[in-house]
């Protein structure tokens, strides 16, 4: 691993910001971002990194390559919850496991907005297509959970409502505002676009240094009520995230040769979902602990991602 790249990680503004929410809560300070606020972040780095991907994807011409690749995501999104389901079967509940494998099947556009700016700092170009493929790996891993959790649990009162999950995991909101900006933005006039660029692009990482405050806080706040359950969770939201993340390091080289979308692909088998995920499996599986996965995603795996993950898989794609 080339440690230059890791401290420069270490040292970015957005994860410091990161690491002083957790200090804030820590503290016990007031410091607080207000909920309208932080929601209208949310949708700016959703709608600024789907329109940009949007842009880049009408300057691209479709290809073998980028079919490939669609078909890439979708399979990896469909394998990491059934094995992962398996594993967690042994330890915990149908539902719990269920809920969990769908997390770290799905994927974390923060996670995704954060590799975005790792690759920038490296001067590394992705394709825009990197962005549909993100969009459309959300929801074949809440499918795969649901239909496991049908499969395996005899209690289960939501055999019949897979419709329901389906069309749940297309329209939630996260997914559709970012599907829907890089529609928006592959049809775009390139010159009309231009006219937003300093909003899409300009102020993108002061706001995504604001959001990763708040997600710093949610962190420190919620990890408490997630140690009681023990070391295998811990070491599953770690050691699975990097299994998947360098796996895909090293056999996306079959689908594409370009650094910047094999890094995409590398970071999106080793996130997990906190924001689809649990909008879906409260629907699908009521009683499964929000308590467990939450915090699993966005208390250990997007920290361990965002410090240690991202250059861990960089350096593995150039070696």
Do not use: W
């Not at 790792?118 to 993100?134: P, T």
């Amino acid at each position: 691993m080339d440690f230059n790249i890791l401290i420069s990680n270490l040292t970015n503004p957005t994860l410091l910001f990161f690491i002083l929410g957790i200090i804030a809560v820590i503290l016990k300070s007031d410091l607080e971002i207000p909920q309208p606020s932080s929601k209208f972040i949310s949708l700016y780095l959703l709608f600024a990194i789907g329109f940009k991907g949007g842009q880049e994807l009408a300057h691209s011409t479709f290809n073998a390559e980028i079919a490939y690749s669609i078909l890439f995501g979708i399979l990896i999104a469909s394998i990491i919850p059934l094995y992962t389901f398996f594993i967690l079967k042994t330890k915990m509940s149908i539902s719990d496991s269920a809920a969990v494998a769908a997390t770290y099947g799905s994927v974390s556009a923060v996670t995704f907005v954060s590799a975005v700016s790792f690759l920038e700092l490296q001067h590394q170009d992705f394709g825009g297509h990197m962005v549909a493929i993100m969009a459309l790996m959300e929801s074949p891993a809440i499918i795969v959970g649901v239909m496991l959790m049908a499969m395996y649990d005899k209690e289960n009162s939501n055999k019949g409502n897979l419709k329901n999950i389906v069309h749940h995991s297309f329209t939630n909101g996260s997914v559709l505002l970012i599907l829907g900006s890089l529609i928006i933005g592959l049809i775009a006039d390139s010159k009309q676009a231009e006219g937003i660029k300093p909003f899409t692009t300009d102020i993108f990482k002061g706001f995504l240094a604001l959001f990763l405050l708040e997600m710093g806080m949610v962190t420190a706040k919620r990890f408490a009520a997630f140690v009681k359950y023990g070391m295998f969770l811990s070491f599953f939201a770690i050691l699975i995230p990097a299994f998947n993340g360098c796996l895909v390091a090293y056999f996306s080289e079959m689908v594409t040769t370009d650094i910047g979308n094999r890094f995409i692909f590398a970071i999106l088998a080793a996130s997990a979902s906190y924001i689809a995920v649990p909008a879906a499996m409260k629907l699908a599986a009521p009683k499964a602990d929000p308590g467990l996965y939450i915090p699993m995603a966005l208390g250990l795996t997007f920290p361990f991602n965002i410090t240690i993950g991202m250059p861990l898989y960089y350096a593995i794609i150039n070696m």
